[in-house]
């Protein structure tokens, strides 16, 4: 286990350097688009959960819905359509937490982020292994938590803390201490880096061969004026 932990804080460190102190280009684009493919995979979790126990019911609610339209609001339908509500919301919230709870615990990912190569990363490498992993849990359950306060006012709210700082920080991140990292972009500064040393290389290269030439030159003068003292 001691192994597994050490290996875990030596990739959240190598990590960390994959984002410098300005976001990647395309960084908040897809990581907007990322949260669209998660809230379709929350989508067709909660249709898989009502086929199975049917629960949360949205159809019956949708139906409800117009059923009460015009009914005061103490008319047993409208109280019932309320409570349908509130019981559909919070089973697709628990549904979205423990989708987000599971991926970030086995990849440091939602799925979403895994698609576009994201991981939530541990600013503080060194914490404890299990408490690493319950702070990504505890990310995921203050997003659902965010979005049942308020009608998702303080969710929308910490949702675009992202563009508010140069590291691309949401509200949750800085909770909980985290960082989303984009694995594309260690990549190509690696990448860079290897170019780099390839080239200084190859410089390194010529310049011996230049100064070897330099040397055969100088050598075959000598020679040729050796000759002609003769």
Known sequence: MKKEEQNSKKKDNA?????????PKGYLFRRVVAAVVDLFVVTMLCQLAFI????????KYTQMQEVVAGLPVTDPLVVERTQLYQRCFIITLLIGAAYESLFMMLFKASLGKLIFRMRVVDQKP?????????????????????????SAIPFVFLCLSIFGNDKGRSGFDSAVGTQVIDLRHKENDESSELDKAAKDKLSGIDKDTFSEDTKVQKGSKESKGSVYDT
């Open 126 to 150: 060194d914490r404890n292994f299990f408490l690493s992993k319950l702070m990504l849990i505890v990310r995921a359950v203050l997003k659902s938590f965010s979005i049942y306060l308020l």
């Open 15 to 23: 990590a960390l350097g994959a984002l410098s102190n300005k976001y």
């Open 52 to 59: 199975l126990f049917g629960e949360p019911d949205w159809a």
